[in-house]
């Protein structure tokens, strides 16, 4: 029989360290695939490409110039001005989530917001729920 295609998923997070072991984890447990990206314009040149069942983009907020590029990634999936579908589900990394950060992310369709610093257990659990919604 064969196995179930693995999820894959868009890691976009510029801190090399962090990226590196959320990738290797969730790769040695086999819950997802991972593709990274340590810039926004290579993420935008991914998503131009491809497709993926799910995306986690690290956010810069308060907004800089380089926070802006990942939000508007985040709307051009939403607007469905990428290979992926436009309901693929986010999780947003953050350093940190005001009310008003919360009600903008929120209404980008942000599955999940995690702030930094978090366990990258955090992040695979959010990996392994965002494929149980793919599969549900």
Do not use: N
Request: net charge neutral.
């Amino acid at each position: 029989m064969p196995s179930a295609m693995p999820l894959q998923v868009l890691l976009v997070e510029p801190e090399h360290l962090l990226r590196r072991t959320v990738a290797l984890t969730v790769r040695s447990l086999g819950t997802a695939e991972i593709t990274e990206a340590a810039t926004y314009p290579a993420a935008h040149a991914l998503c131009a490409r491809r497709s993926f069942d799910a995306a986690v983009i690290a956010l810069e907020w308060p907004l800089s110039q380089e926070g802006h590029r990942g939000l508007t990634l985040v709307q051009q999936i939403r607007a469905g001005d990428s290979a992926c579908p436009s309901s693929v589900p986010i999780a947003a990394l953050v350093e940190s989530c005001t009310a008003e950060t919360l009600q903008l992310l929120r209404s980008c369709g942000i599955a999940r917001i995690l702030i930094k610093p978090f366990r990258v257990r955090d992040v695979i659990d959010t990996i392994d729920a965002m494929r149980v919604g793919a599969t549900a």
